[in-house]
């Protein structure tokens, strides 16, 4: 049973010696530890003042093959991984002569640091594979239970605050996050170890073409069946990263393991190669756990805009379509139900909407389909959606080449985001529209009427679905003109507004009385004079710039009410 643990004995071998003499010679002082220590580690620890126990004496075993073989002996691992709380281990370890280790300091041989030299050699690489570090790590991480396990020098004055607190023992939820901490490290060295040989192997055109599981290796921490699909993605699903603890404080190393979920015919070019892979974690609606019902494999672009549909259209608790192209919602709309949502997320921009993504937070019904399909003729080269009736997926096989996914429900989508940038990865928590209206403030004159603010509240999430700069004209709950991706915020408003009076001349309805969502502040009031000239009547955006009292006066002087958010939704 997990409690407090007093530390007795200590074993020390570290590669980074920032603070470990400190540390050691408090172990040693205030509570009276043993210390047992290796090689260069030793020498400084003595030239510190420590009293140090040789692990050539602890084990009776010489250091040997040029300190490749040390710490590797059943006197060093069985105190590690003795169970206190089974009398069978322990007279197992009196038996034999093994003595307990409390606490393990280890930190592992730079191979991240050798390997990032454009000098070295194979066999230098090797040598900085660390064997003794890792197997202590996840030896006495594995018995976190009675062991305290410390790889990271900032650790050191958590340890000792936390002994001063219990009379030189540690608690078991402090032992718990730094078991963490070490399989995550050990995890990450891994993957940099096998990502190293990999492009090593691909230099010589050696390189296995079913690796399985890649990102990181699996068989340090478990041993599983290659062949067993099943057992890999139960792992897999073990080592999610826990993303509300990730953003109180985003870990120090991080190993994303990855399964394959399928190759791709190619990747955003013919000649790029690509694979779909899953990651742990994922939500039982996302895209990789959705069921293709029909049609063509899908491409790594479908992919990538199915993604971003059906993430914006999961923002609706209404019936809500959306239709995306090229990463933009070229058309958006909540209604009474979903067929009504579609016809109006069409009618947007029709044009724009061939060889779209159609994304619906309902069960597709067939007059739907037959809207899309024989109505409106439309190509389309995904569907996704909750569920389809039998009708809708009959009328859906008429059409062999369009994939058909079915999610089985609606959930938030995957806590954390991941995108590669060159030679590293960027790692965010995921954007949501979750701020609460209540806290929004209006600075103008003039307050959004209710009929106003209700389309404010739909452009503003049709918004964060947009690329910076991003602007969104919407009415009627219907998103008709959209302003993206423009290096300055004037075109992409000016962009929108046009759009938005053509798609109002198209359907039949009277330009104006429209409201604009912007995803930032405005830099200047030719934003606001932009939508004066168009129509607009209320602006939703989050406040914060330099300038909001000149976009104020401006709101002020065209009787336009605007709220500020507080809150910027980019979408790069």
């Not at 191979?111 to 230098?124: G, L, Q, R, W």
């Not at 594995?142 to 009379?167: C, G, R």
């Amino acid at each position: 049973m997990s409690r407090d643990r007093k530390i007795e004995r200590a074993l020390i071998s570290v590669t980074d010696k920032t603070g470990v003499v400190e540390f050691a010679r408090a172990l040693a002082d205030t509570y009276g530890v043993e210390i047992i220590s290796t090689g260069g580690t030793a020498a400084a620890l003595v030239a510190g003042g420590v009293p140090v126990t040789p692990i050539e004496e602890f084990t009776g075993f010489p250091e040997m093959m040029d300190g490749r073989v040390k710490t590797l002996h059943p006197l060093v691992h069985g105190g590690l991984l003795a169970r206190r709380d089974l009398p069978g281990h322990m007279a197992e370890a009196e038996e034999h002569g093994i003595r307990l280790i409390d606490l393990v300091v280890v930190n592992l041989y730079e191979f991240e640091k050798t390997v990032a030299s454009p000098d070295v050699t194979f066999a230098d690489a090797i040598e900085h594979i660390d064997i003794g570090g890792p197997s202590m790590l996840r030896s006495a991480a594995k018995n976190a239970d009675a062991v305290t396990v410390v790889m990271d020098p900032s650790d050191y004055q958590v340890v000792l605050a936390e002994m001063a607190e219990h009379d030189g023992a540690t608690t078991a939820e402090t032992r718990r996050g730094l078991q963490y901490k070490v399989y995550a490290r050990t995890a990450a060295y891994d993957s940099a170890i096998s990502g190293w040989l990999a492009d090593q192997l691909a230099a010589t055109g050696n390189l296995p073409q079913d690796r399985g599981l890649a990102g990181v290796a699996l068989s340090p921490l478990v041993e599983v069946d290659p062949e067993d699909e099943a057992a890999q993605r139960e792992v897999l699903e073990g080592m999610a990263v826990n993303a509300e603890a990730w953003a109180e404080e985003p870990e120090s190393f991080m190993a994303v393991p990855l399964m394959k979920q399928q190759d791709l015919r190619y990747g955003e070019n013919p000649h790029q190669t690509a694979a779909f892979y899953r990651t742990p974690g994922a939500p039982e609606h996302s895209l990789v756990n959705a069921r293709q019902l029909q049609g063509k494999e899908l491409s790594y672009n479908n992919l990538l805009d199915t993604d971003a549909a059906w993430n914006l259209v999961r923002e609706f608790d209404g019936p809500a379509c959306v239709i995306l192209k090229h990463q933009n919602p070229c058309g958006s709309a909540v209604a009474a139900d979903v067929t009504e949502a579609y016809d109006r997320a069409f009618a947007c921009d029709p044009k724009s909407a061939f060889g779209g993504i159609i994304a619906c937070n309902r069960e597709v019904p067939l007059e739907l389909v037959e809207h899309f399909a024989d109505q409106n003729k439309q190509f389309v080269e995904v569907l996704i959606a909750p569920s389809y009736t039998a009708e809708a997926l009959e009328r859906l096989a008429r059409r062999t080449n369009l994939r058909v996914l079915a999610t089985g429900g609606i959930d938030a989508p995957t806590a954390l985001e991941y995108r590669s940038v060159d030679g590293g990865m960027l790692v965010q928590t995921v954007d949501r529209v979750e701020e609460d209206p209540a806290s929004f403030t209006v600075p103008t004159k003039r307050q959004p009427t209710e009929a106003e603010m209700t389309d404010l509240l739909f452009a503003w999430r049709v918004c964060k679905g947009v690329k910076s700069n991003a602007i969104l004209i919407a009415k009627d709950g219907a998103g008709l003109g959209m302003g993206p991706g423009q290096p300055n915020r004037v075109d992409s408003s000016l962009l929108a507004c046009q759009r938005a009076e053509e798609a109002c001349e198209r359907i039949g309805v009277e330009a104006g009385g429209f409201v604009c969502a912007s995803d930032a502040f405005f830099p200047f009031r030719d934003n606001v004079d932009t939508f004066a000239e168009h129509g607009v009547t209320a602006i939703i955006q989050p406040g914060g710039s330099k300038r909001d009292d000149e976009c104020i006066a401006a709101c002020d002087e065209h009787g336009i009410a605007m709220v500020f958010t507080g809150t910027r939704h980019f979408r790069h």
